[in-house]
């Protein structure tokens, strides 16, 4: 019954607006005959499509629209949609059960695939090597048989997108650890470096993909944009709101250094990061600029450990080590969604498949963009950092600073250079990349979502593809692709002597 109300209250609207809108109409238009009794059939026939249409995701029809031939569902989904009352609770069940199953399956994958490198030595992120395999097995299956992989795992394709920057957010929440020991004077100007790095690395590939395609003549289709993800609703604050009040009420009734407070820095570190996403979410959109989601998480949550340190009865770097404890000690929040970013990596693959043609059809300029985008960001960094003087341990840091974490670290192993300055050099850039990209590029003009994915995820990886995939989900597949792509280019040319000597040579 909860279902038919609900399929009758999203259809109330799409009747009241076609009642208006018929009035408008010349009743020769809608009526062989101009009969009031056709006009009234017809009116409910629109109204009773439009419902069928909003129930499985479609657009509702235009006042324009008059013949209905090729609109009306076919009969099965016909009677499907006349006795939603009764089946749809059992059709959402289904769903739930389609969405837990596709993310178990790929959680395990994930391991299946992180065991198989592991054992065989193999150095390269097994997560991307799960995606690009997804990819090979979707294309070696043929259509008919990827389609029904790919509408078994849109629920969970679904779930990911709407909850994405959740799954980068753990290490942006401990980045003040990993910024501690550094001088004033050389932050200031590893900020800075970064600041004008991601901006112009950003705004760098973003035009020459555009000027690549411009000069392979490569036709420009425009791509549809993707269905928004369904609004967070007031239950999603109650809910999470109620678990940070529980688990915080436990640790301080179990006391400091209790065993119960500190299992409950888990709970309450997830009720606090998702808290922060749903309140980033809440932010004017004109402020968003300012304050992303990414960004709002990342602070909430931190400050959600700060809190619960205080009440669990110890400090501020202790407190955020048991919010991503990195299996140094008991599972925290941080360590429970980092647990999940393989999976979710690897489910990008469905996304790249799905863009196929778009992708085989532009692949000059997403090559050749994302190996000019690694060899600017390399140069621009060491000679920025040798016009500001910046010492050379941090400099040959800073060189990898767009690649992702797991490939980046690699690099700056063969540029001697500290892994944890390098980890958070990309941490630094991918929350400017988060923060500031997107209205970056739109304010310069850049509308392309090719241009605009590559650009995001080539400059600040995994964070700039979760923040602009979450308003833009039809970048996802030009985003996964950018930042592997850019990752692997890199890892090759820092491997390339040439490239790695020159380097060193400018940075000392």
């Not at 967070?232 to 109650?238: A, G, I, Q, T, Y």
Request: hydrophobic content about 50%.
């Amino acid at each position: 019954m909860q279902l038919g109300a609900r399929i009758e209250s999203c259809a109330r609207p799409q009747i009241h607006k076609l009642a208006r809108r018929s009035r408008m109409l010349p009743i020769a238009a809608l009526s062989g005959d101009g009969s009031s009794d056709a006009h009234r059939r017809k009116a409910e026939a629109r109204a009773w499509i439009n419902a069928w249409r909003a129930r499985t995701g479609l657009a509702p029809m235009t006042s324009s629209s008059v013949s209905i031939t090729g609109i009306l569902p076919p009969p099965s989904a016909a009677a499907a949609a006349s006795t939603g009352a009764t089946g749809g609770f059992g059709s959402d069940i289904g769903e739930y059960i389609k969405l837990l199953t596709g993310l178990g399956t790929l959680y395990a994958l994930d391991m299946a695939i992180k065991k198989a490198f592991t054992s065989a030595h193999i150095t390269f992120p097994s997560a991307l090597g799960g995606m690009f395999g997804v990819v090979a097995l979707l294309l070696a299956v043929g259509e008919s048989t990827a389609s029904k992989f790919l509408a078994f795992y849109t629920p969970t394709l679904n779930w990911i997108a709407k909850w994405l920057p959740l799954f980068y957010v753990a290490s942006l929440v401990t980045l003040p650890l990993a910024l501690k020991g550094i001088a004033g004077s050389e932050l200031l100007k590893i900020m800075v470096i970064l600041g004008a790095g991601m901006a112009g690395t950003l705004l760098f590939t973003a035009q020459v993909t555009v000027f690549i395609r411009e000069v392979v003549r490569t036709e420009n289709k425009e791509i549809a944009k993707a269905k928004p993800a369904s609004p967070f609703l007031p239950s999603h604050f109650v809910a999470w709101g109620a678990v940070a009040v529980a688990s915080l009420a436990a640790t301080a009734v179990a006391g400091a250094g209790s065993s119960l407070g500190a299992q409950m820095a888990l709970p309450f570190g997830l009720a606090a990061t998702v808290g922060g996403y749903l309140l980033g979410n809440a932010v004017p959109k004109n402020l968003q600029g300012l304050l992303h989601p990414v960004v709002v998480t990342a602070i909430v949550a931190n400050a959600g450990a700060a809190l619960h340190g205080t009440v669990y009865g110890v400090g501020y770097d202790t407190a955020l080590k048991m919010y991503y404890s990195k299996g140094q000690g008991l599972l925290g929040a941080g360590d429970f969604l980092m647990a999940f970013l393989g999976c979710v990596i690897v489910s990008f693959g469905f996304r790249i498949y799905q863009q196929r043609e778009t992708l085989r059809r532009h692949a000059p300029e997403i090559l050749g963009a994302t190996f000019l985008s690694a060899l600017f960001s390399f140069y621009s960094t060491a000679f920025a950092a040798k016009l500001l003087v910046l010492n050379s341990d941090l400099a040959r840091a800073l060189i990898p600073r767009s690649v992702t974490v797991a490939l980046a670290l690699p690099i700056a192993t063969q540029l001697d250079a500290p892994l944890s300055i390098t980890a958070a050099a990309v941490l630094l850039q991918g929350l400017l990349g988060a923060n500031f990209g997107p209205n970056l590029m739109t304010a310069v003009g850049i509308k392309d979502t090719i241009a605009r994915g590559l650009a995001a995820a080539g400059t600040a990886g995994g964070l700039g593809t979760a923040s602009l995939t979450s308003k833009e989900p039809e970048a996802l597949p030009f985003c996964a692709l950018s930042y592997s792509l850019v990752g692997i280019l890199s890892t090759f040319l820092a491997a390339t002597p040439i490239v790695r000597n020159s380097l060193i040579a400018i940075v000392g």
